[in-house]
């Protein structure tokens, strides 16, 4: 199980430091139902990331991963998964924001004052699991996990602690509101302005990182 959980950590790095997510969640923290909407939020994305991840670690060992020597096709994925974060990493650089101009915000970002709890958590589950990141990420670690145990209960395991310390770029946020509240807003604000502004540059280098070491895994499988 430690196998498991030390190959999937920094992959989970890479899913913590989601500026979108982050930024959003704070849009909410500062509106009109932050807390709800904020704590509906962080479910959502914890149980979409929890849910798909073990999801494809159970797949993936009934597929005949767990075993000393990972088959062919692990090693496959982990290639094919390596390619297309490199190819996220190329989308991201290039969509950055030329000098002097102001990043992007996505335009349904607009109406997030609005949100009930319900939206916050659906919000929340596709943000976590469903954005082609995240997706990637997501599979790359339970994939990542059942090639590294074959037992149900560690792999489970391990794809808890995974969504938990993939979910730590949401949850400081929220406790930063939930222990200081409304004054907290200035620091919550800093933390959006700062991650619209440097996302490109935060998910060209994950991604790359991430990307190469999905490669290198795959090579090395064969």
């Not at 914890?46 to 849910?51: A, C, N, S």
């Not at 290039?94 to 102001?102: D, I, K, L, N, S």
């Not at 310390?165 to 933390?191: C, D, F, T």
Request: proline share 5%.
């Amino acid at each position: 199980m430690e196998e498991a959980i030390g190959q999937s950590l920094p992959i989970a790095v890479g899913v913590l430091v989601s500026p979108l997510p982050i930024v959003a969640l704070v849009l909410m923290l500062v509106s009109r139902r932050a807390g709800s909407n904020g704590i509906a939020f962080v479910l959502g994305w914890l149980v979409g990331i929890f849910v798909l991840g073990s999801l494809v670690a159970l797949l993936a060992d009934g597929a005949g991963s767990g075993g000393e020597d990972p088959p062919l096709w692990a090693a496959l994925l982990k290639l094919v998964l390596g390619a297309l974060l490199l190819l996220l990493a190329v989308r991201s650089w290039q969509g950055r924001p030329a000098e002097g101009e102001t990043a992007p915000v996505p335009k349904w970002m607009a109406s997030i004052d609005a949100f009930n709890a319900f939206k916050a958590f659906g919000v929340g589950v596709l943000l976590g699991s469903v954005n082609p990141k995240n997706l990637l990420l997501v599979v790359s670690a339970g994939a990542t996990i059942a090639t590294a145990t074959s037992e149900t209960n560690e792999q489970i395991i391990a794809v808890a602690v995974f969504t938990v310390v993939a979910s730590l770029g949401v949850l400081v946020p929220l406790g930063i509101y939930l222990l200081a509240g409304e004054s907290a807003a200035r620091l919550l604000e800093g933390i959006k302005a700062w991650m619209i502004a440097n996302n490109a540059v935060i998910m060209t280098i994950l991604l790359t990182v991430l990307g190469v070491k999905m490669v290198g895994d795959g090579v090395g499988s064969f």
